[in-house]
């Protein structure tokens, strides 16, 4: 079982930045997917970014050009690099990882855009 603990959550004002981390508990190399989800208070989980082991990566139409997904594979680590964020930002982030058709969850990590 892969466990992953997110952290860098925080509070930040609308145009500010934040990078989230997602530590693997074991070795990522053999992870086919990783990324991140979010829920928003009284919204649905919704898709933020997920990146692929090639180094391919995918976005929500609605953080595209403001956030930047990664992964380092040496760190067992998942990064989602958050610039330009808005108010709509704010939710509580969800790492997860895909490996042999399991999907695997972290415990989250608040995200609140303010002023």
């Known amino acids: 079982q892969v466990q992953l603990v997110e952290s860098g959550g925080g509070l930040v004002r609308p145009g500010g930045s934040l990078r989230l981390s997602c530590a693997a508990s074991?070795?990522?190399?053999?992870?086919?997917?990783m990324g991140w989800f979010r829920r928003a208070p009284g919204k649905q989980r919704e898709l933020v970014a997920t990146?692929?082991?090639?180094?391919?990566?995918n976005y929500a139409d609605s953080v595209k050009g403001r956030f930047t997904i990664s992964r380092d594979n040496a760190k067992n680590t998942v990064y989602l690099q958050m610039n330009s964020l808005k108010p709509e930002d704010t939710a509580v982030y969800y790492c997860?990882?895909?490996?042999?058709?399991?999907?695997?969850w972290g415990q989250g990590t608040q995200v609140t855009v303010s002023s």
């Open positions: 074991e070795s990522i190399d053999g992870i086919y997917a």
């Open positions: 990146i692929i082991s090639t180094g391919s990566a």
């Open positions: 997860h990882a895909d490996r042999s058709l399991i999907r695997y």
